[in-house]
């Protein structure tokens, strides 16, 4: 490029992005060198600073435009951004706002725009190709996750302005995960063709942790208990495997609505957190945060009614949704639970279109919060279709059949809610967000629905010790979304000292398109139970089986089995009856499960009840003719704030029918299910040899409560206060040897849990209180478990 007038009718406007190696704002330019324009010396940014030079009134007329410089872009292209064009009169202004137009654009480092006679020459320097992106330095971050960060990608136009942005992506995820001193330096390396290779070198530095935590305002909660409410935790020795002690904003966001929902909770409706300051020591290595909270008074509930608008629909067919009264504490929470708890009920009663709204009255001198429900009928809404994004690898078709609404089908948001939690309960997806947007008319809904698909495979290597079982090594292979239909499929082999599992099985939850839940299991099973009862036994065979709801709280199973039960290795030393009980059983059998359920959780209840009875019947074939029915069931309290009291238990009768019931068939109880005792420590028993028989009935049941131990919730410890009760019995046929007297058996103790690292760890100690002399007592019992 030349610098200067072109002639007495020539005109300059330039811009120049470097010389040979420019610094600024921590980034290093590599690019030819050109002659120096003016920059704006603000933020290393440039900026074009055009020239002109009036020019005489005759011969103003552009005759043709001519592009120099292009290498990628074609000609055509760069002319379509100028706003002159030949023919048209020279006209300063309109040469300057293309020059503007074309620096819009970002495809250039440098542009300028001179006039040679009647000709106006487009001088064009193009912004140079990314060939690659790399990063130096990071440890802590993975590479995989700053590629997919910064915005910059090979084959794409390098600018200033990007890896400005893309620099401040990668410091945000720094400091999301706690690497407030991380700094990053971008660097390109010139290559031929106009490439260059973009380096972001990253200097991570020490992660800045939460020293303390303090609260400023607090009168009815301490410091203690505030800490416990919100997700940022102060900096321990035993959190080295949280992150929750690394400061994050958007952390400390949350953290003020933990807060806000807590004292909401407890009835401080005029709560607020006044303000929430993180100081960083000079070294950058650690965060001061600091509360401000003003609490206000403590509210309780007033007056409480419900007011129906709807057409036969009476209040008091609602009231039994209200579960508290006058003169409790006010929750706000409670309140937001109960507004859909109505709508729910409302529904349930064949109400589409319902509008529950709070009306709340605050009395100041009395402290209480009235509250009046009305219920009104909601607008008339249908759903006019259902969109599903995000889903790569779970087809359409598994998604919207957990829908409780079709396409067509009046809105009902309680519908909608539970159709949320039914496909966040497949557990194939990261997060769910399932929401209402207009339709075409106003009569109509849209809902959106937007997954983020997760990894469903593993591949599981397990170790662990039990006291039942002993040491033992499990090795499993799961795909929970196999081909994207939702179906499931598990192989696990367990090996343990007294014992081994081979198990396949495959699930197909729709079965023919219907809501039937269908599989298959085929499995083989070997125990050494010679410490127990002098023999090894033997089972192997396979299940069909097929389960479906009848409601959203009742539903039932059926099952067919086929298996080979055999006892072998019989010690000599063994009980008579276990000898002449020596054989091979081929058991066809049917069975039947129905289950209804209230918990709010399978995996730790808080609340609600569960009963089952599974009943099977065999002799469709076989050797085995016999009848075997098991009912359990439990309740779940919460008593206050992670205190959670049970009562758990199980009964079971099995029949011989026409001849006597085997071995391998009879119940069995201690251990897990009756602490204190060993496993098959309890029941009828040789008294000479000491081998458990088993029985035809037996019963347990648990009173137990689980609680906190007042320790860091990072450390994952909770215990528990149990008391055991059961017993078994009806052994036939006897001998003179045999104990069997079906007396109680009763057992008190605790136990502590750790979710450690590696899986959980159980610890229990159990005192038998009412025993018999022939029971075997067990009074500590170990279980651990971990999956790598």
Do not use: C
């Amino acid at each position: 490029m030349k610098a200067g007038l072109m002639g007495d009718k020539a005109i300059n406007a330039r811009f120049n992005l470097a010389a040979a190696v420019v610094v600024a704002s921590g980034i290093i330019v590599s690019a030819p060198s050109f002659a120096q324009t003016t920059t704006s010396g603000t933020s290393g940014l440039f900026q074009a600073q055009p020239t002109y030079q009036q020019q005489p009134q005759s011969g103003n007329i552009i005759s043709d435009i001519v592009v120099e410089g292009a290498q990628r872009i074609e000609p055509g292209t760069i002319m379509s951004y100028l706003v002159v064009r030949a023919g048209d009169p020279y006209s300063p202004q309109r040469v300057d706002r293309s020059l503007k137009s074309l620096f819009s654009t970002g495809l250039f480092a440098d542009v300028s725009i001179q006039r040679r006679g009647s000709v106006l020459v487009i001088n064009v320097v193009e912004n140079p190709i990314i060939n690659r992106i790399a990063f130096e330095g990071n440890t802590e971050i993975l590479n995989n996750d700053l590629k997919a960060e910064v915005s910059l990608k090979p084959r794409v136009i390098y600018t200033r302005a990007k890896v400005q942005a893309d620099v401040k992506r990668i410091l945000t995820l720094y400091r999301r995960s706690g690497h407030y001193a991380a700094s990053v330096s971008p660097k390109i390396i010139q290559l031929p063709q106009n490439r260059v290779d973009l380096v972001f070198e990253v200097n991570e530095g020490e992660l800045t942790e939460v020293n303390s935590i303090r609260f400023v305002g607090n009168r009815e909660y301490g410091d203690g208990k505030l800490r416990s409410v919100i997700r940022t935790k102060e900096s321990v020795f035993y959190r080295m495997f949280s992150s929750n002690d690394n400061y994050d904003p958007d952390r400390l966001t949350l953290d003020r609505e933990l807060l806000r929902r807590f004292y909401l909770g407890e009835g401080f409706a005029d709560f607020r957190v006044l303000s929430a300051v993180a100081e960083l020591t000079p070294d950058q290595k650690d965060f001061f945060i600091t509360f401000t909270v003003d609490e206000g008074p403590r509210y309780k509930f007033g007056n409480i009614t419900i007011v129906s608008n709807i057409k036969n629909l009476e209040a008091n067919q609602l009231e039994d949704v209200l579960e508290y009264e006058e003169d409790d504490w006010y929750d706000a929470v409670q309140l937001d639970k109960t507004v859909d708890k109505l709508t729910n009920r409302v529904g349930e009663l064949g109400f589409a279109f319902v509008d529950v709204r709070p009306r709340v009255s605050r009395n100041g001198e009395e402290s209480k919060v009235d509250i009046t429900f009305e219920v009104n009928e909601g607008p008339r809404i249908f759903v006019e279709r259902i969109d599903i994004e995000g889903n790569v690898r779970t087809k359409d078709h598994v998604i919207r059949r957990e829908f409780r609404i079709a396409e067509g089908d009046a809105f009902n948001s309680s519908k909608l809610r539970r159709s949320q939690s039914r496909i966040r309960d497949l557990n194939f997806f990261e997060t769910v967000s399932v929401e209402r947007v207009p339709g075409t008319s106003p009569d109509k809904a849209i809902i959106k629905v937007g997954v983020e698909e997760k990894s469903t495979g593993s591949i599981s290597l397990g170790a662990g010790f039990s006291t039942s079982a002993g040491m033992l090594l499990e090795v499993g292979l799961k795909e929970n979304n196999f081909l994207g239909n939702g179906q499931a499929v598990d192989t696990k082999v367990t090996f343990a000292e007294s014992q081994k599992k081979y198990k396949f099985s495959f699930t197909e939850p729709f079965f023919m398109d219907r809501e039937v839940r269908a599989g298959i299991d085929v499995f083989r099973n070997e125990e050494d139970l010679q410490d127990s009862s002098s023999v090894d036994t033997l089972s192997q065979g396979f299940s069909l089986r097929a389960g479906y709801p009848i409601t959203e709280r009742l539903s039932q199973a059926w099952a067919y089995t086929f298996k080979i039960d055999e006892t072998g290795d019989v010690s000599s030393s063994a009980s008579p009856l276990i000898k002449n009980d020596n054989r091979k059983d081929t058991i066809s059998e049917i069975s039947h499960k129905i289950t209804y359920s209230t918990l709010d959780s399978r995996i730790r209840p808080t609340e609600g009840y569960v009963t089952r009875l599974h009943t099977s019947l065999a002799g469709l074939g076989g050797d085995v003719r016999m009848l075997k029915n098991t009912l359990s069931g439990g309740k779940y309290y919460t008593i206050i704030d992670g205190v959670i009291f049970s009562l758990t238990g199980s009964a079971g009768y099995v029949k011989g029918l026409g001849q006597d019931v085997s071995f391998t068939n009879r119940y069995y109880i201690g251990g897990d299910d009756l602490r204190g005792f060993a496993s098959a420590g309890v029941g009828p028993r040789d008294t000479l040899t000491r081998d458990a028989l088993g029985g035809n009935w037996k019963y347990t049941s648990t009173a137990q409560f689980d609680f906190p131990l007042g320790l860091p919730e990072e450390l994952g410890l909770n215990g528990r206060a149990f008391i055991d009760m059961g017993s078994a019995g009806e052994l036939s046929p006897t001998d003179s040897n045999t104990a069997d007297d079906g007396s109680v058996r009763l057992s008190s103790g605790i136990g502590i849990t750790w979710a450690s690292p590696l899986g959980p760890i159980g610890f229990d100690f159990a005192i038998p209180l009412l025993k018999e002399d022939y029971d075997i007592t067990e009074n500590v019992r170990v279980n651990f478990g971990a999956r790598f």
